[in-house]
């Protein structure tokens, strides 16, 4: 019988998404990632004190999805680069590792641009038998691909379904996919959608959908970047609002007491991430987390890197931690050029 982790992009294990450090350098206008793993703590010459670890990757990258693997006790980030989908590992949360491609662009044979924004799920069948099922956008179709480490290299599996996914009327297109594991009923979903909303219960396979359960849950205000928790009797939905190339891009928040909504904000403090521009950071959105056992919380999410040129948005990918409320609300996280820069021990939190 297989051990289903319903911890998973849940509260209380460790699921998804989480970032990577390596220099990213331009050669023929070609982006390339040095050898050589770095914290990308600004040091002060007279004490060597970091004074800041924003952005934990240096260079251009976006879209970061977070991965606690309860097999290899280690956080990995998945974001979007250019080339196809890298993976980066840390044990402390601070530093970061390269860990290559886990799917190259070359080796997506069903469509050749727009590789964005993936989801990974880690799914145990018992024993030593984990498999990871990662799914991404490619030219705005959905796609997914599978493997038995983090770390790849995962066997694309092609498009999830051979038609359009977007619901009558609606526009928009089908990207930013997000998989889901429902603690309470131990199904499995996948969440997808641009200007409008749409989740679907996953097959047992993990590749296909149960096209009869696929529903249009469209919030008000939504727009992309999906990421969905359940934590203390509520389903949390969160998003981005605003096109990613805008400073205003933001995170907002509502709950359910279902994975099918419908999902409400609350009249107050609905955007939970935004901009602070007397900080020169803009464009803060596309967000995953990483929730602790020992009870702290990561978000990971991208700005746009400044200074920009004109008509510029390249995106680079960000690490803050925060509390919940009192009441068990998401807080108004604040977006900081110091990060984190306690390390945590993975290993012991997560490991199996």
Aim: proline share 7%; aromatic share 14%; with cysteine.
């Amino acid at each position: 019988m297989d051990r289903i982790d319903s911890s998973f992009k849940t509260e209380s294990n460790i699921i998804t998404r989480r970032s990577a450090l390596r220099r990213l350098t331009a050669v023929s206008g070609v982006l390339c990632l040095s050898p050589l793993a770095t914290n990308f703590a600004s040091v002060s010459d007279a004490d060597a004190t970091p004074t800041y670890h924003n952005p934990i990757l240096p260079g251009v990258a976006a879209d970061p999805e977070f991965l606690g693997s309860h097999k290899t006790g280690r956080a990995y980030l998945y974001p979007t680069t250019s080339g196809g989908f890298r993976a980066y590992s840390s044990d402390d949360l601070v530093h970061w590792r390269d860990e290559g491609f886990v799917l190259e662009a070359k080796n997506i044979h069903w469509e050749t641009q727009k590789f964005w924004a993936p989801s990974i799920i880690e799914r145990h069948y018992g024993g030593d038998d984990y498999r990871y099922f990662f799914y991404y956008c490619a030219n705005e179709k959905l796609g997914v691909a599978v493997g038995t480490d983090p770390t790849g290299p995962f066997e694309d599996k092609g498009e999830i379904v051979g038609h359009d996914l977007r619901p009558k009327g609606r526009r928009g297109v089908e990207i930013d996919p997000f998989v889901f594991a429902d603690p309470i009923s131990g199904k499995f979903y996948l969440y997808w959608g641009n200007s409008y909303l749409c989740v679907c219960e996953l097959n047992d396979d993990m590749i296909s959908l149960k096209l009869d359960t696929k529903r249009d849950i469209t919030p008000e205000n939504f727009f992309e970047g999906t990421y969905v928790f359940y934590r203390d009797g509520r389903y949390f939905l969160t998003w981005s609002k605003n096109d990613t190339r805008d400073p205003n891009y933001q995170v907002w928040v509502a709950t359910s007491d279902s994975p099918y909504g419908p999902f409400r904000s609350p009249e107050k403090d609905a955007i939970i991430l935004s901009k602070r521009p007397e900080k020169n950071i803009v464009g803060t959105g596309h967000h995953s987390f990483l929730f602790l056992p020992n009870g702290h919380n990561y978000i990971a999410y991208h700005r746009i890197i400044q200074p920009q040129k004109r008509g510029g948005w390249g995106r680079e990918v960000c690490l803050e931690r925060f509390d919940f409320l009192p009441n068990g609300d998401l807080p108004i996280i604040e977006p900081t050029h110091e990060g984190v820069g306690e390390p945590e021990d993975l290993a012991s939190l997560l490991k199996s």
